[in-house]
């Protein structure tokens, strides 16, 4: 007497091959989001990476042009200078100098960041007898780009010289 495992053809009913079919789509379906989630990710990253360069060639510039305005020589340009409109839109135009970032950079940045120098503004300091004395304050604003030109960071200092007033 030798019984068979299966089932004739007539009673099998393929509820097997329906269960292997959704699971195969529930599989599908995660791969799928999974990758999804990993290229928003990526362009995250990627994003994150252009907004710190850019915040990086305007933090050099910004140095660069408060460098430019402790220097004597410098001021009697400045004294001229006409301070910006809206430092928050600056569109980089008319910069008083421009750091060049972009030699040796793999890649470049969209451009060399820039910066501006204000004119010089007063401040009065020791009331009383004598010559009176002042702070030289000058407004720098620089402007960095990333990698591609939308991305954009604007920053802004004010530094103080205790200097004569023919020297600011």
Avoid: K
Avoid at 140 to 150: F, N, Q, S, Y
């Amino acid at each position: 007497m030798n019984q068979s495992c299966f089932a004739p053809p007539r009673m099998q009913r393929g509820t097997v091959l329906i269960v292997a079919l959704i699971v195969l789509l529930l599989l599908t379906m995660l791969g799928l989001s999974s990758m999804r989630s990993t290229t928003l990710e990526e362009r995250m990253a990627g994003n994150l990476r252009d907004q710190n360069l850019s915040f990086q060639a305007a933090e050099s510039a910004l140095r660069e042009g408060e460098d430019f305005a402790r220097l004597l020589a410098n001021r009697v340009l400045l004294s001229g200078a006409t301070d910006l409109a809206s430092p928050a839109t600056w569109n980089g135009n008319n910069p008083t100098g421009t750091y060049d970032i972009n030699t040796g950079l793999n890649p470049p940045l969209a451009a060399n960041p820039v910066y501006h120098v204000g004119p010089p503004g007063f401040v009065r300091i020791g009331v009383g007898a004598g010559e009176p004395q002042y702070y030289c304050i000058y407004r720098v604003t620089a402007r960095g780009v990333g990698l591609v030109d939308t991305t954009t960071t604007i920053l802004q200092s004010t530094i103080g010289l205790f200097e004569a007033i023919d020297d600011c």
